[in-house]
């Protein structure tokens, strides 16, 4: 099975992905979870009974009344992101944060025309693409109806000369594989999110995929964007490259619905590979490893895929540690996608066992591709198992990497330690270039009495070391409500209030998604 | 010689580069140029005399009266760039746009004195580094200070492991590679102007190299950006990429003086290549190289420079057409550097004969290697033969690439043509990207009765094709003033609304380089 056969998944509150697909936790892991002291603690409350909200009757005349949800269950569907506390508060019934109507507009002119009235009202907006969030983009700071993206979902303009194309925001990314399948080309992007998320949460918050060494990062790849905001329409984008004064994509590009709603982007597209092949890499140590892939980021040649495990997850995600041939170390995976990968592959080769890699075979590749959209699902049984699990994540340049990823786990361990729930903090590097790369962190430890007060605590004890130690509060999981104050700590006050001027100009009566990216003014 | 081995420049009103360096009209040139009609029109008139301006007693306090020049010398030094215009005034000895004062400050806090010193007397103040626009970047609309970053000449933060330096805005691309050089490093950064301009130039105007093939252009190799604005400093790039928010690195890049004075950046270094190799290619028509180096941009692999000439550049460069072999045709040249560059060459050379190229061999690439940097020193004499010679650029997407150049070609020779002066239009690729590329055009004729006011009707021309046929008003040459309309028009209202909005946050009283880049508001 490619990316492209994948489904579309429809995502409901509370647990991730499709209902088909679930897992168990794995017996050894549950021993693993005991030592940990991991206890069930109960099962998912039914949530409280709502009563179906109200649209204004502008929006109803815009849209059609077909077009406008107010039934709770379509609110309650759009209710929050898959960040491990959304999870928890779904489980516990915790209504807020529901959207008063879901508009489901069909077109660009809807949604000018729905911001239009929005900005009329005072009535707050957040676009919903995907619902992916992780870190709390769909929650804004008061009352507001949800803006589904999903019909606009148009693939058009296909440009074989130069390879590009224009998606709808509401496309999902693999639906737009499929419809590009068709043509013979890829986007290559795929994202763990990817079974969920949509073109425009790919962009408005700077997505990231497993294939970003090979395919780039999705910014990298949207060449043209156009935006809908209460005051009209921003296009942009009239060649790859211009020295036509700052380059503006960047500035919607991770806006986050907070600067306008993307509606469409024009991105570049490749042929599909017609090879692939994925293996995996042991080191001695995640050192070790390290000055491995920072030589094919900085020297080359890079393949598609490049990760590597730290000492910790790889004993985690090595069941059975023959893998390593039995001896001690960490796993990297490397993966090539294209056409005549072999001479990259050799050429990769080299570069990896002159730093010290011993090749594991085409076996510890193919499961990691195999299981590369499964890790959100284990999360939610082991969430019924009494865990708590939750990933945070960042990124920085290449000196810096090991005193930053020491002061997380450190910060980790020490705040959910003090709490009485020491942690297992496991570390990877999935996206590398050529001055730095980013750094991914899964925690899992036993759920205290309060755990969403028990993760805030160790998030923040997180979020501050990765200050002090020179990171970036987020390399792919954007901003949200969850990061937005070390955000505007990281940026400065200057340049918060820049952001808060341009917002003014385009969204006069501050209806774009408030207090989401941006701390409101 | 090497690049790093060019020396520092010092450039003077209405002549370009180094007076060592003049070069004379081939004589086969001077009868092409009767053709078109060209004749001697007289030489250059000594300009008015002007009394020494004067300069604000804070000024003079903050920096020390050896750092704040008000005679007429060095303020006649600081007159506009090189564009053919700016060269025709100074020629004619046009003292308008010349500064008030020249301020050298000799850090970035005091360039944060000087602005904040500026705002509080409203009095408008234009960063000057190399000096060498060509799109009236150092003329804003009303009386005014330059400000020389000479003085922020600083290379360190050297970060060998990351491949990162810090380097001041005032140093020279020249003097950079000097530095970099004793370390084993290179920025891969030469521009047409290396030999005059510098980092912070590059910085504040996308700019683009001749080997940006390899090298990438300037806004991709920088990972950090400091910038002085009267209301204090902005600091970006905790790492090479972030999703924590827009890249805002992006909105200061391309600023051009007017949302702030970068006074340093961080950039992206690679080691110094071993091996370097320049050869020619012929194809049978532009059309035909046009494909041929697409493939490069999209299938790989690419060389470190990539450019190809149309039919009427090949014959204007190639004296002797030999070099083709007899045949007709187009150029393309093609170069390498790096370490084991055979295997690339070889790569390449299958793209391109499949293509339909021939090999021209080494000497045709080692001529245009070494010629480089002379085009804009023939500038000179031709003005001085009384030929008009100008350039303008733009970029587009690879399948509205043919009618866009066509576009230009069309109204330039339509505009001139109309005025009695037809021209000779030379066009080159010689920046290319996955999806698009740039187009870079050449203009011969002779000069009419009033030159500027000639020039100006064809620029308007082309500039009106550009648009109408979907190319960006610029590539790499900037904004300025010459382009703010243009780029007004490009980018929408919304677009620039939201760019005044930033600069009334960081420029309230509107001294940074008023007229510049951005309509005033």
Redesign the interface.
């Known amino acids: 099975m490619t990316e492209s056969d994948l489904p579309v998944v429809q995502l409901t509150p509370g647990r991730w992905g499709d209902p088909a697909q679930t897992v168990e936790v794995p017996e050894a892991a549950l021993a693993a979870l005991k030592h940990l002291g991991v206890r069930r603690t109960g099962v998912a409350v039914e949530a409280e009974q709502v009563v179906d909200g109200e649209a204004p009757g502008a929006l109803v005349e815009l849209l059609g009344v077909e077009h406008v949800k107010v039934d709770s269950d379509s609110r309650w569907a759009h209710t929050r992101g898959y960040s491990t506390p959304d999870l928890l508060r779904a489980r516990a019934g915790d209504r807020a944060d529901m959207p008063e109507a879901v508009l489901f507009p069909g077109s660009h002119e809807d949604v000018l025309g729905v911001l239009r009235v929005c900005s009329e009202l005072g009535l707050a907006v957040v676009p919903y693409a995907g619902g992916t969030s992780v870190v709390g983009g769909l929650a804004p700071s008061r009352s507001f109806v949800a803006m589904d993206l999903r019909r606009l979902d148009q693939v058009d303009e296909l ?1 074989e ?4 194309v224009r998606l709808g925001a509401g496309l999902r990314g693999t639906a737009a594989e499929a419809a590009l399948k068709d043509e013979g080309y890829t986007l290559g992007h795929f994202p763990q999110s990817y079974e969920g998320a949509s073109i425009g949460g790919y962009a408005a ?4 995929g497993q294939s970003s060494a090979g395919y780039g ?1 999705f ?1 990298q790849m949207v ?1 043209g964007v156009t935006v809908a ?1 209460p ?6 984008g ?11 994509r ?7 619905g907070a ?1 306008g709603i993307i509606t469409s982007v024009v991105v ?1 597209i490749r ?1 599909r590979p017609v090879e692939r092949f994925f293996e995996g890499w042991r080191f001695g140590s995640f050192a070790q490893g390290l000055d491995a892939i ?1 030589r094919l980021a ?2 080359g040649p890079l393949p598609t895929v490049l990760r590597l495990s730290d000492e910790a997850e790889t004993a985690v995600n090595l069941a059975d540690p023959e893998v390593l041939g039995g001896a001690s170390g960490v796993q990297a995976i490397v993966g090539f996608e294209g056409t005549a990968t072999a001479v990259r592959r050799a050429a990769v080769a080299e570069v990896l066992v002159d730093a010290g890699g011993e090749p594991l075979g085409e076996e510890a590749g193919e499961t990691w591709r195999k299981g590369r959209y499964r890790a959100p699902y284990l999360r939610d049984p082991l969430l019924d198992e009494g865990a708590l699990v939750e990933t945070l994540e ?7 990497l090991p005193a930053l990823k020491a002061a997380v786990t450190d910060a980790l361990v020490k705040s959910l330690g003090d709490q009485g729930t020491p942690p297992l903090v496991l570390c990877h590097v999935s ?1 590398v ?5 980013s750094l991914y962190f899964t925690v899992v430890c036993a759920q205290a009495e309060d755990p969403i007060g028990q993760w805030r605590q160790a998030k923040t004890a997180a979020s501050t070391a990765i200050a002090a130690a ?10 949200g409500t969850d ?1 937005r104050d070390a ?1 505007a700590a ?3 006050p ?2 918060i ?3 808060q ?2 917002k ?3 969204d006069p009566n501050n209806v774009l998604s408030p207090g989401i ?1 941006l701390p409101e003014n």
Chains 1, 2 share one sequence.
């Open positions: 440009d000369i130069s390879r590009t918050t700077r997505s990231s990062r910014d060449v905001t005051r009209g329409t921003v296009e942009l009239r060649a790859p490259m211009s020295a036509a004064g700052p380059d503006l960047q500035l919607w590009l991770g806006s986050e600067l570049r042929p920072r900085q020297d960042t990124a920085g340049f290449w000196s810096k996206h270039y050529e001055t730095g790369a020179g990171g970036t509060i987020t390399h792919h999981h954007g901003v990061h955000y990281e940026i400065g200057l340049a209030e820049s952001l001027a341009v003014r100009v385009l990216l």
